[in-house]
């Protein structure tokens, strides 16, 4: 079992900036990709940016030049830093831990989800 704590949601007005972190617990080693996703009202649950376990990342394309995913593995935390924030960025946002990735039977860890809301 994995377990992930989402925090630093919050609201912040555009073209302002958070972080993210995602503090994870158990059996990490099993993991080997890890990533962010957000989920707006009446929308489904969507990729904002993934990690591997070797340090490569992609990203949305919403994301992609805005945001930045980063892992600290000594404190077992993954992060997502967001600048340049856009209401339609407005979403909560769940840390992911995928065990198996790019296997045909990956199972997903999720967070709590943390809420971001972009307004002035």
């Known amino acids: 079992q994995v377990q992930l704590m989402e925090s630093g949601g919050g609201l912040v007005q555009p073209g302002g900036s958070l972080r993210l972190s995602c503090a994870a617990s158990?059996?990490?080693?099993?993991?080997?990709?890890w990533g962010w996703f957000r989920q707006a009202p009446g929308n489904e649950r969507e990729l904002v940016a993934l990690?591997?376990?070797?340090?490569?990342?992609s990203y949305a394309e919403s994301a992609r030049g805005r945001f930045t995913i980063s892992r600290d593995k000594d404190k077992n935390t993954t992060y997502l830093q967001m600048s340049a924030l856009k209401p339609e960025d407005t979403a909560v946002y769940y840390c992911?831990?995928?065990?198996?990735?790019?296997?045909?039977?990956?199972?997903?860890?999720w967070g709590q989800g943390t809420q971001v809301t972009v307004s002035s």
């Open positions: 158990g059996c990490i080693f099993t993991i080997n990709s």
């Open positions: 990690i591997s376990a070797v340090g490569s990342t």
């Open positions: 992911n831990a995928r065990m198996g990735a790019g296997t045909p039977f990956p199972y997903d860890y």
